[in-house]
């Protein structure tokens, strides 16, 4: 089992910053792939970024290239998403998840095994 822990979200205006943290508190961290998503009211769970078990691939969604970066810190099991340029629709509910499998990265949220409870964001225009 693992259990993961989001922690950072919070209220900002439009064109500010946040950065989360994800923390595996149990469980195996540096040899899975790890992603962010998001899900506002009323819409579906959207793939946000991931980053692979080695940092040395990421892939974002077209909606927050260049606004997000994600990054990991195996040592401290921990994953971060820093959030720039903030815009009100980036209001949403925040979720870190870990794949399902080893080594590489996911977009798909059907490759995620294990889900964080989430953090609000909150982009105020």
């Known amino acids: 089992q693992v259990q993961l822990v989001e922690s950072g979200g919070g209220l900002v205006q439009a064109g500010g910053s946040l950065r989360l943290s994800c923390t595996a508190s149990v469980g195996t961290f540096s040899t899975y792939g790890m992603g962010w998503f998001r899900q506002a009211p009323g819409k579906e769970r959207e793939f946000l970024t991931a980053?692979?078990?080695?940092?040395?691939?990421?892939y974002y969604a077209d909606s927050v290239k260049g606004r997000f970066t994600i990054s990991r810190d195996n040592a401290k099991n921990t994953v971060n998403l820093q959030m720039n340029t903030l815009k009100p629709e980036d209001t949403a509910i925040y979720y870190c998840?870990?794949?399902?499998?080893?080594?590489?990265?996911?977009?798909?949220?059907?490759?995620?095994?294990?889900w964080g409870q989430g953090t609000q964001v909150t982009v105020s225009s």
């Open positions: 998840a870990r794949t399902k499998s080893q080594w590489y990265a996911a977009t798909d949220s059907r490759d995620f095994a294990f």
């Open positions: 980053i692979n078990w080695s940092s040395s691939r990421t």
